[in-house]
């Protein structure tokens, strides 16, 4: 009896250990088969998502591989566009993806792929480097238009580009942003060995015609096959066609240009659109200076033409004494200012203007300032230089007979 009730329980016991054994191999199948799916869809994730082109779904960490850890080393903003590092081979173990233009890695959780980078300003790369790095120690912040953009636990040693009155811009993650100047230091550091502008020519063409347009007979129309022969010198000289912002910059001793610089502007509006062709053909860039009560800014504007202020209605000869008797010079204060304001508004709030028929006297300078303008632009056949009156800036005016050779002499 007890033999028979020892091999009932050895029999019992075999059976509930190869259960035991069956069930623990199928529970290990089971998991082994979840782990494979897991990782299966970790990698299929990692594959829609590890795109060239990606941006953050909210403010979103940054860290740093050391060894084989990920340590958070800052933070960066909502849908900030990012590229990533292409020639990365990940498996089904990464979870942080390496970025091409900082040294961090981000969370493969934290992105979305995106088709390509939304086109963002780069002129500020034909500027040449003041001869200084900004520095700073254990933590920088980087700002956009006074706002907080991306903030490393970490000092940087970077050349400054624009020194403005509040911040020192650098570029960093392909970008032009700013440090505040209470947090950083500057240190001499020779950046470049190219030859900085101490004048630039700001040019100034009114009118142009071709062989079938409408018919131009005064000294300032210009052929539009001259206009071609400046350009193309300009081009085969590798000029810098800068933008307005970057003469104020200029002026202010904020930037340093290129030696060869210039400055293209176009004044009135009528008989302009063959030069704003012209230009956008050549992909140069220019500022018309409009009158707005005959022209549209929409008419003109585009990626290379920038459309600045000539006054509303202020361009008419005959209002107060002396020269062509521009209004800017005599009319009421109301009068102007109120003019003044319609063509900002029209024109996109600019500070920018120039002088109708180069005419200006103290009080029209006044009232520019009071209207909100920053910078104006004269006659006076010189170059501008650097700490020059930004009310009172000349150019030189070209005429239809302006050989090459003569634009020559005035940018070089």
Not at 112 to 123: K, V
Not at 154 to 179: C, K, M, Q, S, T
Not at 229 to 246: E, G, I, S, T, V
Request: glycine fraction near 4%.
């Amino acid at each position: 009896m007890k033999s028979k009730f020892l091999i009932s329980s050895i029999l019992l016991i075999l059976c509930i250990i190869t259960f035991a054994f069956v069930f623990t191999k199928a529970q290990e199948q089971k998991l082994k088969k979840q782990q494979i799916k897991e990782k299966e869809e970790h990698l299929k994730i990692l594959k829609e998502k590890y795109k060239p082109y990606v941006k953050t779904k909210d403010k979103v960490k940054l860290y740093k591989k050391e060894k084989d850890n990920y340590k958070e080393k800052g933070s960066i903003e909502t849908s900030w566009e990012l590229l990533l590092k292409q020639d990365f081979i990940y498996d089904e173990n990464t979870l942080y993806f390496p970025l091409e233009e900082i040294p961090y890695y981000i969370s493969y959780q934290d992105i979305e792929p995106i088709e390509t980078l939304t086109a963002t300003s780069r002129h500020y790369k034909n500027y040449i480097p003041f001869d200084y790095n900004i520095v700073t120690e254990n933590k920088t912040i980087f700002y956009d238009n006074d706002q907080v953009v991306l903030e490393i636990n970490e000092g940087v040693n970077l050349p400054l580009i624009v020194n403005e009155d509040d911040y020192y811009y650098v570029e960093y993650a392909n970008r032009l942003l700013g440090i505040k100047k209470e947090e950083a230091k500057q240190v001499e550091h020779h950046n470049s060995d190219l030859e900085k502008a101490k004048e630039i020519a700001t040019l100034n063409y009114h009118f142009f015609y071709n062989d079938t347009s409408e018919a131009c007979n005064q000294s300032i129309c210009i052929h539009t096959d001259l206009f071609k022969a400046h350009l193309d010198y300009l081009k085969n000289n590798h000029f810098y066609d800068m933008k307005m912002r970057d003469m104020e910059l200029f002026v202010e001793g904020k930037i340093n240009l290129p030696k060869k610089s210039v400055l293209i502007t176009i004044d009135d509006g009528w008989l302009s659109d063959l030069g704003r062709q012209i230009l956008t053909e050549y992909k140069m860039h220019a500022t018309m200076f409009l009158i707005t009560l005959t022209y549209e800014r929409e008419w003109f504007e585009n990626d290379y033409i920038e459309v600045h202020s000539h006054s509303d209605n202020l361009h008419y000869t005959g209002e107060c004494p002396g020269g062509q008797g521009g209004p800017i010079r005599c009319l009421p204060r109301e009068m102007i200012l109120s003019d003044l304001a319609t063509a900002r508004e029209k024109l996109n709030q600019t500070t920018y203007f120039c002088y109708p028929f180069y005419e200006y006297n103290q009080y029209a300078v006044d009232l520019l300032k009071e209207a909100g303008f920053t910078m104006a632009f004269i006659g006076g056949g010189r170059k501008v230089k650097v700490g020059d009156n930004k009310m009172l800036l000349p150019r030189y005016a070209i005429q239809g007979y302006t050989s090459v050779n003569t634009l020559a002499n005035m940018v070089n």
